[in-house]
């Protein structure tokens, strides 16, 4: 089935260890999505790409990066995670379903940071 | 600035029927979203609303009135895996994708 995953699913951390989270999808989708989403709060856009044209949400910190090489991956980095960071983290990717850009989530990645 | 409100959580019982209701402020309208996220998993696609009306999909349906700012999801025949949360996003004037924070619904035996 075309898809979008994540890895890893559960990540745990220390304070200002460097974090990647990774996605990969097959559902040949040109728009790539991550968001951050907090316990009992709306997901809150950090980047998208449309193909390789790469749109940072204005208030993403900085120690937030993504990378996109190809079509079907997109990284999220945390350079150095503080407890504030710890979230799930939500890859979501974008095509035509009933007229709409309907959005296609990973699974997500709950980061821990410790 | 923009906002999209939701109650939220509300409790139904089994069998019955709930409506979660959305009401939105944005810069400009392109179209408005529910998703169902089971907790500590990812979102999923419910319902896509542009028009003003009433979309039925097997036991949920979506309304949306434009001119009131206003959506609502409509569970029928809840049973106990619909207990999630429930998601309204708007799209705004620039194509972006505002989220309101969710509805935990809570369904009892």
């Known amino acids: 089935d075309a898809m979008v995953i994540q890895n890893p699913r559960y990540q745990v951390t220390q304070f200002g260890k460097p974090v990647t989270l990774s996605c990969s999808q097959t559902?040949?989708?040109?728009?790539m999505y991550w968001y951050q989403q907090k316990s009992s709060q709306a997901p809150k856009l950090l980047f998208h790409y449309y193909d390789k044209d790469f749109n940072n949400e204005a208030d993403t910190p900085d120690n937030f990066q993504s990378r996109r090489p190809n079509t079907s991956f997109c990284f999220l980095d945390i350079r150095s995670p503080g407890l504030g960071d710890a979230a799930m983290y939500l890859c979501a990717t974008s095509g035509k379903d009933s007229g709409a850009n309907v959005l296609t989530f990973g699974a997500g990645s709950r980061l821990t940071v410790l | 600035g923009q906002n999209i409100d939701q109650p939220t959580e509300m409790t139904a019982t089994e069998g019955a029927i709930v409506q979660i209701n959305c009401t939105y402020q944005t810069s400009g309208f392109n179209g408005l979203f529910w998703y169902q996220q089971h907790a500590g998993e990812a979102p999923t696609f419910l319902s896509y609303?542009?028009l003003d009306g009433l979309e039925e999909k097997g036991r949920f349906s979506s309304f949306l009135s434009r001119s009131k700012g206003y959506s609502y999801l409509l569970l029928k025949e809840l049973q106990m895996k619909d207990s999630a949360s429930y998601l309204c996003a708007v799209v705004d004037s620039n194509y972006q994708l505002i989220w309101g924070a969710g509805t935990k619904l809570i369904i009892k035996p």
């Open positions: 609303n542009v």
């Open positions: 559902l040949n989708h040109n728009v």
